[in-house]
Each structure stands twice: as structure tokens, then as C-alpha cells.
């Protein structure tokens, strides 16, 4: 009996927006139980057009119209932040698969809201930093206990952007209300992957900066006024038992860098990287001081798609697996791909993170809540 592929509408698939050309194209196209049925934008000459580049079936103008046909098994939300919580709502109305980028909600609020409207169907949330191979591996060596007792972590990071310089459609990374600053997207990447390979953070201790006040907005001249902080220090301590030091910098466009070191009383492993948007885009390497079997070779290459510039090369190759595992989760009725319930941990997370910085109290996490300690 042959499975029909499932077929993935993606909301915000602009071909002059390189990251859904560059990710989600590609992963889809990629593996052939996936199939881009429909691509929708605001504007019918950008639909056309993206469903022309992107070899679509269907292009819609109106993205409701995409959540509401029927053809749609799977919708991708990949616009604006602000722009996420309608859409989702109205997917998961429609009884849809979801498939959204992080962060999920432009505030706590609404991505508690979104989780709790999710019910019984299946959901993703763009936090694919740990779905890549490497780090699949390295959750594998942490938990065989091969590393003997988790003693410390250091986690150091680094994103091209929240630097001093931005672009006039990008200046709203800097906004509070934006939902889409430094904290919310990169720190946020970074603490999952941290979350993934040694358990959930139950404390934190975190200090931020803002390190670029005012920004140079290049194609216009104008100056823009950053709202958020663009750089983070961070003491954290996991379930697993490990202390882990984590340092965010933002603005490095020369030698960038993801490096996650783990000792244990018993050996040592180390995760890296090397792109310039950060952990969830490029592809990671492992090593260890420990026997383990090379990681699982990425279902999508991550080269670019269509209309898509070279420097997002590696985008599609978590991404890819986001979809690879969400696919097999339809298929089977598992619920093994984090999805919104997920994202609002991740959010919660992210506040503790600010309220820690605020306060230069501690935070104590447990389950979901968070509470400070004593400083």
C-alpha cells in the first residue's frame, strides 16, 4: 500500500525573504514523503512568484485561504512574530498540522495561548538546533552515562546579528514589541540545544548588556534606537546535575562560532559550529573522549534553494530534520517532535532569563514556574 506524501502549505514563502528558500524549501524537497502543495503572501505578484520559484502547486494571496484548503495537511507559519498568533490560531482551528518558527508568540501570553488551543494535533516549533544529528548523538552519549558524573558545561555563541549596523526590513529585531529580540531568537536557540543534551535548566543566574544602543540603519541613514540587550552572561544549573557558563555575543561577522564543551567525571564531549546566523542554522560537529558511532546523516544537503543567497547554505539541514520527524509523528500518531507545549517552555525560560537580569536575582525553575533566590 503506498503512503500518499503529506502536503505542506508554507505561509511567508516570499522569494525576496531568503530563509523559507533557503530552509523550508529544500528540506521539503528533500524527501520525498513531502510535498509542497501551496505557498501563500500578502500580495498576489509575490505569490505567484514564490509558487513559480519554488515549483508549488498552489499560491494564495491570502493566507487563510491556504490554512482553509483542504489539500493542506501540514501549515508552516514563517512570517513576522507579531504575525504568528492569527494564523496559528486559525490553523489549528482548522483542524491542521502546525509547523511554526520560534519564537512562537510575540509574548509569554500568547504563546501559552497557542499551546493550550493545540489539543490533539501536531505540532513543531522552529527550535531546530537540537534536532540536528550531532546533537542527537550527543544526547545519546549523556544519557548511556559514558561521561560518568556531569560536572560543568561552557557554552560560548555568537550571531552576525543585534550588531551596530541593520537593514530598514530588519530594524524590528530591535523593537520590545517585535517579540523577535536577541534573548527570544538567539539566546533562546542556544539554551535549547543546552537543554537538550543536559536536561532542563532549573536555575539561572544571568547578567545582559546592551552594547550597541544606537544602530546605523545602512539603506536608509537613519539611526535606530535599540530597545533590547544584545549580549548575555549566564550561570545555569540542569536536572542532569551540570553547572554551565553560556556567553551569547552579538554583531560578530569574522570567525563565528558555536562551541558547547561537556566534562564528566569519566570523559568529555564537545559540539561546534560555524555559522554566522548561530546554532539553529548551520550544521554542528561532535567529539568526545568517549567510543560513539558517527551521527546520522542529515536528510536534506543544506544547500540553498531558490532565490536563496549562499550565506544561508546549511539552513535547510535542521530544519530538514524538524520535518523528517514531524512527518514520521503524523504517520505513526507518536508525539515524539516538540511542539507548542514545547515553546512555551522555551518562552518561560527566556523569562526567567530577564527577570534574573533584572533583578541580578537568581531564578529558581521548577516544572514551568519560576521564583528567585536569595541573591
Do not use: C
Amino acid at each position: 500500500m503506498s503512503i500518499e506524501p503529506l502536503r505542506v502549505g508554507i505561509i511567508g514563502a516570499d522569494t525576496k525573504a531568503s530563509w523559507a528558500g533557503a530552509s523550508h524549501i529544500p528540506a521539503i524537497q528533500a524527501q520525498p514523503g513531502l510535498v509542497l502543495a501551496a505557498v501563500a503572501t500578502r500580495r498576489e505578484e509575490s505569490a505567484k512568484a514564490a509558487a513559480e520559484a519554488f515549483g508549488a502547486e498552489r499560491w494564495y494571496a491570502n493566507p487563510y485561504d491556504l490554512i482553509h484548503d483542504n489539500r493542506i495537511d501540514l501549515v508552516t507559519v514563517a512570517v513576522k512574530v507579531p504575525a504568528h498568533r492569527d494564523l496559528v490560531l486559525a490553523a489549528l482551528k482548522a483542524g491542521k498540522a502546525v509547523y511554526s518558527e520560534s519564537p512562537l508568540g510575540a509574548t509569554l501570553a500568547e504563546t501559552e495561548e497557542m499551546a493550550a488551543a493545540t489539543g490533539s494535533l501536531h505540532t513543531a516549533i522552529g527550535l531546530q538546533g537540537r534536532h540536528n544529528p550531532s546533537v542527537r548523538r550527543a544526547i545519546e552519549i549523556v544519557a548511556s552515562g559514558r561521561l560518568g558524573t556531569l560536572l560543568s558545561a561552557n557554552v560560548r555563541a555568537t550571531t552576525f546579528g543585534y550588531g551596530p549596523t541593520t537593514l530598514s526590513g530588519y530594524d524590528y529585531f530591535n523593537k520590545v514589541a517585535s517579540g523577535a529580540s536577541f534573548l527570544a531568537i538567539t539566546a533562546a536557540h542556544v539554551l535549547d540545544v543546552v537543554e537538550a543534551v543536559l536536561g532542563p535548566i532549573t536555575e539561572v543566574d544571568a547578567r545582559t548588556k546592551r552594547i550597541w544602543p544606537t544602530v546605523a540603519v545602512i539603506d536608509t541613514g537613519e539611526t535606530s534606537h535599540r530597545e533590547i540587550p544584545d549580549h548575555l552572561d549566564l550561570i545555569a544549573e540542569t536536572r542532569h546535575g551540570a553547572s554551565v557558563a553560556v556567553q551569547v555575543l552579538a554583531g560578530i561577522e569574522h570567525d563565528p562560532h558555536f562551541v558547547m564543551q561537556v566534562r564528566g567525571s569519566e570523559g568529555t564531549l564537545t559540539l561546534r559550529g560555524h555559522h554566522l546566523a548561530g546554532v539553529q542554522v548551520g550544521d554542528l560537529t561532535l567529539s568526545a573522549s568517549v567510543p560513539f558511532e558517527a551521527p546520522d546523516a542529515p536528510v536534506a544537503t543544506g544547500a540553498v534553494g531558490p532565490t536563496a543567497a549562499d550565506f544561508w547554505t546549511g539552513a535547510s539541514i535542521n530544519v530538514g530534520e524538524v520535518y523528517a520527524s514531524l512527518a514520521r509523528d503524523i504517520a505513526s500518531g507518536t508525539r515524539r517532535t516538540p511542539g507548542f507545549a514545547h515553546a512555551a517552555h522555551n518562552s518561560r525560560l527566556i523569562a526567567a532569563v530577564e527577570l534574573a537580569a533584572q533583578t541580578g536575582q537568581r531564578q529558581r525553575i521548577a516544572g514551568d514556574a519560576h521564583t528567585a533566590l536569595a541573591a
